[in-house]
């Protein structure tokens, strides 16, 4: 079952405005990935998190995974239409005998009002 | 990604009738994965492969089989005992342990 969760589901913003979407894990984490989907689209990777207490930043996007490796965010700041979609984070947790497997989160849903 | 390729786009199913979903990738990627997505659901792993000729079940495995025969190829079929396919299906290759995936642009499984 799902292991990964993440809040909110859906966010609405007026364009300008900040977001942040937040990832839970019930156990620790080998590394954080997040996705992005836009509308009728397919997730595209935007970034990976691996160590302890990492920040990563792309333009206006900040990453961070927790010290504990059990929690990470992503937070947009100055929001724009084209920040539309849903962003999914992903944990890769290692299972005996299974190797490595990545669990998504259940995607935060953004809407940008122009 | 141009890497990996899902056909068809849209697919219709009639009652009790089974139907295989696509996907090639060109990658060099051992891993390939099957995912369902429905609305406010995220994505749930419906199977995996590792490596050629074997694959485990997901996490939603009831009413679905795969093949890898080929490291390229794995199709999905959806049988008729799965009561509920309508949904978004993505497939998504990976090189392996912790590298990023990547995925199809999806088919669109509707019952007739």
């Known amino acids: 079952g799902q292991q990964v969760m993440q809040i909110p589901q859906y966010q609405h913003v007026q364009e300008g405005e900040d977001f942040t979407t937040y990832c839970n894990s019930s156990?620790?984490?080998?590394?954080i990935q997040w996705y992005k989907q836009r509308p009728g689209g397919h997730p595209v990777f935007l970034i990976q998190?691996?160590?302890?207490?990492e920040v990563k930043k792309q333009k206006r996007l900040t990453f961070q995974f927790g010290e504990a490796k059990k929690n990470s965010s992503l937070h947009i700041t100055a929001t724009q239409t084209t920040d539309v979609g849903t962003y999914f984070c992903?944990?890769?947790?290692?299972?005996?005998?299974?190797?490595?497997?990545?669990?998504f989160g259940q995607g935060t849903e953004l809407s940008v009002k122009p | 990604d141009g890497g990996i390729t899902q056909s068809p786009k849209y697919l219709f199913r009639k009652e009790g009738q089974n139907v295989t979903l696509s996907c090639e990738q060109n990658?060099?990627?051992?891993?390939m994965y099957w995912y369902r997505q429905d609305p406010g659901q995220g994505l749930r792993l419906i199977y995996y492969?590792?490596?050629?000729?074997?694959?485990q079940k997901g996490d939603i495995a009831e009413g679905y089989s795969v093949s890898r025969e080929k490291k390229e190829s794995f199709p999905l079929t959806v049988t008729s005992a799965q009561k509920n396919p309508t949904a978004f299906y993505l497939c998504?290759?990976?090189?392996?342990?912790?590298?990023?995936?990547?995925f199809g642009d999806g088919t669109r499984l509707s019952i007739l």
């Open positions: 992903a944990g890769t947790r290692y299972i005996y005998n299974q190797g490595g497997k990545l669990i």
């Open positions: 156990t620790t984490l080998s590394n």
């Open positions: 998190l691996v160590k302890s207490g």
């Open positions: 990658l060099n990627h051992d891993a």
């Open positions: 492969s590792q490596i050629v000729n074997d694959f």
């Open positions: 998504a290759s990976q090189t392996g342990g912790n590298q990023p995936q990547h």
